[in-house]
């Protein structure tokens, strides 16, 4: 049996400003009708002897994660919270314990949840090839054949071989600059450093204990101190907490004597930039790739994404212009690795811009801020059928909704009502609210909001139906 190992904890900041820290890249459909997590996982539909995926992802996407697998109608494994980002390493041995706790030793079969693969079948093949090997107690990486001097890439250089298609493992290399980069694709010794791999559940634990111990013994216990919340295993915060950040290639793979590599050329790309869109997608006779609602004159080689409004662009070439709701990145095709600093500017100010969209996702449905000002924020919002907010109340707002589509019922106080089309309601400062679609289309209204203070944390959960009563909202400055 193998289990795909998800990790989907990422936060894509460079492919900013789609991506957000609190709607990352793996969550958005970059190429095609589904999510990059979606893809992940349907890709290994086909393959015969694969179970159910276990998914390693952040808690505060624990709910929009499990949501994508209900829209492809994937029942998970299990659903593992990571506290706080620790790279791979954790993530895997956070796997390992779970999985060997059942008294079982699967394959671990471990895909980032952000890769793009075009050629299924060349994948399809790796992964059984991997199979064979994992079984035989080897730990395998997955080394990409390259086709270009990439320096956005950490490599591996090969060691002797082992069978057809397969090699031990001479040493992994960080990302190199151009000329070294060119050096070895020539040579033809190194493959791009993929980041999935695969190996027996018992195996890697066996590595990480003889390796990286201290690592073990805390994921151990924070397994153990964990607990079910709903669909979700939380492992134990203040436990995980003390675990050091590691990858599994600087905790294991750079130092086991059990790893090979399997190459692999399967149209691989991990979409780590806007350059990585462009090269993978449909382009036009002037080679460029054209996103949502644009217009373009003389524009050559560019990448251009409108998401909320006209975009037009006269006599550019080799750039990026990327447009949503609240913000607009434009910069030269080689330099959108530079994305990120763009974001730690705006961490730094303390920006909402770096943390969410303008449309904010929640397990309920979500929000969108259409207008504010001093004392005001007007919001269009968004309930699924048959979902509720949550019990709650504020300490600084007052609110008024308005039904545009859908019914509503609302509690206000003491009070229950319903309300329909065209319809509203005023909830005074400090009165306990809760709103709830009843019906089986989506409630969409208006709320306006006025008070001196209009933040998200301002928020007193009383009671939710999501577990949330606890929990902070995370905000940052408009």
């Known amino acids: 049996m193998t289990v795909p190992v998800i990790l989907a904890g990422g936060s894509g900041t460079r492919l900013w400003p789609l991506s957000r820290e609190l709607y990352p890249k793996q969550l958005i459909n970059m190429y095609n009708r589904h999510t990059m997590l979606q893809n992940t996982v349907l890709r290994l539909s086909d393959l015969e002897g694969m179970d159910a995926p276990l998914i390693v992802c952040n808690d505060v996407h624990r709910f929009m994660t499990a949501e994508q697998l209900q829209l492809i109608q994937v029942v998970p494994r299990a659903?593992?919270?990571?506290?706080?980002?620790?790279?791979?390493?954790?993530?895997?041995?956070?796997?390992?314990?779970?999985?060997?706790?059942?008294?079982?030793?699967?394959?671990?079969?471990?895909?980032?949840?952000?890769?793009?693969?075009?050629?299924?079948?060349?994948?399809?093949?790796?992964?059984?090839?991997?199979k064979t090997l994992a079984d035989d107690g080897y730990l395998i990486t997955f080394g990409i054949v390259p086709d270009t001097?990439?320096?956005?890439?950490?490599?591996?250089?090969?060691?002797?071989?082992?069978?057809?298609?397969?090699?031990r493992i001479q040493r992994f290399v960080e990302k190199p600059d151009l000329d070294t980069a060119k050096s070895y694709l020539s040579s033809g010794d190194y493959c791009w450093n993929s980041g999935m791999f695969m190996f027996k559940a018992s195996t890697i634990l066996k590595e990480l204990t003889l390796l990286a111990p201290d690592m073990v013994d805390i994921c151990r216990r924070a397994v153990a101190n964990g607990r079910q919340d709903l669909d979700f295993f939380r492992v134990d915060q203040a436990i995980f907490d003390q675990v050091?950040?590691?990858?599994?290639?600087?905790?294991?793979?750079?130092?086991?004597?059990?790893?090979?590599?399997?190459?692999?050329?399967?149209?691989?790309?991990?979409?780590g930039s806007f350059d990585a869109l462009w090269q993978t997608e449909k382009k036009d006779t002037h080679a460029n790739v054209i996103?949502?609602?644009?217009?373009?004159?003389?524009?050559?080689?560019?990448?251009?994404?409108?998401?909320?409004?006209?975009?037009?662009?006269?006599?550019?070439?080799?750039?990026?212009?990327?447009?949503?709701?609240?913000?607009?990145?434009v910069s030269p095709r080689d330099r959108v690795q530079d994305v990120k600093q763009i974001v730690n500017q705006l961490k730094s100010r303390g920006r909402k811009e770096s943390i969410t969209h303008a449309k904010v996702y929640r397990p309920w449905g979500d929000y969108e801020t259409i207008d504010q000002s001093h004392r005001y924020q007007v919001k269009r919002i968004t309930v699924k059928p048959g979902a509720k907010l949550s019990l709650?109340?504020?300490?600084?707002?007052?609110?008024h909704w308005t039904v545009v589509s859908g019914a509503a019922i609302v509690t206000r106080g003491e009070e229950t009502l319903l309300l329909k089309e065209d319809q509203s309601t005023y909830i005074p400062l400090g009165t306990v609210h809760r709103l709830e679609n009843p019906g089986k289309i989506p409630l969409e209204l208006i709320e306006v909001q006025s008070g001196p203070y209009l933040g998200e944390d301002d928020i007193v959960r009383l009671d939710d139906v999501y577990g949330r009563e606890h929990e902070k909202e995370k905000v940052a400055n408009p």
């Open 149 to 167: 001097p990439e320096t956005g890439y950490g490599y591996i250089q090969k060691g002797s071989s082992l069978e057809d298609n397969v090699c």
């Open 244 to 271: 050091a950040a590691d990858s599994i290639d600087y905790a294991v793979m750079e130092k086991t004597e059990k790893g090979v590599m399997v190459f692999l050329d399967a149209g691989w790309n991990d979409l």
């Open 291 to 329: 996103k949502g609602d644009v217009l373009v004159h003389d524009v050559t080689d560019s990448y251009i994404n409108a998401q909320s409004r006209l975009v037009a662009a006269v006599g550019l070439d080799s750039v990026v212009v990327v447009e949503t709701g609240d913000a607009v990145l």
């Open 79 to 130: 659903i593992i919270l990571e506290p706080a980002a620790k790279n791979t390493a954790p993530a895997i041995a956070l796997a390992a314990i779970q999985l060997t706790a059942q008294n079982q030793d699967p394959v671990m079969l471990v895909l980032p949840a952000d890769h793009r693969i075009n050629d299924v079948s060349a994948f399809h093949r790796g992964i059984e090839q991997g």
């Open 392 to 399: 709650q109340k504020h300490f600084h707002r007052a609110e």
